[in-house]
T-cell receptor, first 110, second 116 residues
Framework: TQLLEQSPQFLSIQEGENLTVYCNSS?????LQWYRQEPGEGPVLLVT?????EVKKLKRLTFQFGDARKDSSLHITAAQPGDTGLYLC??????????FGPGTRLSVLP | ETGVTQTPRHLVMGMTNKKSLKCEQH?????MYWYKQSAKKPLELMFV???????ENNSVPSRFSPECPNSSHLFLHLHTLQPEDSALYLC???????????????FGPGTRLTVT
């Protein structure tokens, strides 16, 4: 069974600060996704990464897939209160369904 | 209606009740999923349907019974649940599952279920 760990579990920062959250596994994934989930809503897909070492940017968010395709990071620059939410990573092996990590709960205070 | 909708949004039921959760997608997808999200556990995949055929049952107890009458609708029938089944039940859809292709899942807002 593939397991994903995310760290930190909780993060509370002030508006304007930078932050990085991590997603780690002992398994190799063919693709990895990041989602953001707000209270009372379902997760919303932010990005999919498929190539080891890949870096993708989405405005102030930068996603990196590890060279060995076992880990990933999400970096947010100049965080805003609208970034508050639960950040989930999900990884899938070849021909397998996605497995989700427990999430990092981010709170950005104005 | 757009995206993935779920009804009801909230449900309280006793352990002897029978109820059903409904999911509808308006995205033209052919794969649909049920997930369980508990407070202290990662999102757990329960069932997967691809072109109306069940392709995954992730060791889910028989008190949960899925139904997929067509590619746009997915139900989860509930009976004789336990208090530990209280959770947020999320439905998702994606393009049809084919081999190793990466697919994007679109989630509904979920049904918050409380079993008393």
């Amino acid at each position: 069974t593939q397991l994903l760990e995310q760290s930190p579990q909780f993060l509370s920062i002030q508006e304007g600060e930078n932050l990085t959250v991590y997603c780690n596994s002992s398994s190799v994934f063919s693709s990895l996704q990041w989602y953001r989930q707000e209270p009372g809503e379902g997760p919303v897909l932010l990005v999919t990464v498929v190539t080891g070492g890949e870096v993708k940017k989405l405005k102030r968010l930068t996603f990196q897939f590890g060279d060995a395709r076992k880990d990933s990071s999400l970096h947010i620059t100049a965080a805003q209160p609208g970034d508050t939410g639960l950040y989930l990573c999900a990884g899938a092996g070849y021909g397998q369904n996605f497995v989700f990590g427990p999430g990092t709960r981010l709170s950005v205070l104005p | 209606e757009t995206g993935v909708t779920q009804t009801p949004r909230h449900l309280v039921m006793g352990m002897t009740n029978k109820k059903s959760l409904k999911c509808e997608q308006h995205l033209g997808h052919n794969a649909m999923y049920w997930y369980k999200q508990s407070a202290k556990k990662p999102l757990e995949l329960m069932f997967v349907y691809n072109f109306k055929e069940q392709t995954e049952n992730n060791s889910v107890p028989s008190r949960f019974s899925p139904e997929c009458p067509n590619s746009s609708h997915l139900f989860l029938h509930l009976h004789t649940l336990q208090p530990e089944d209280s959770a947020l039940y999320l439905c998702a859809s994606s393009q049809a599952l084919r081999g190793d292709l990466t697919y994007e899942q679109y989630f509904g807002p979920g049904t918050r279920l409380t079993v008393t």
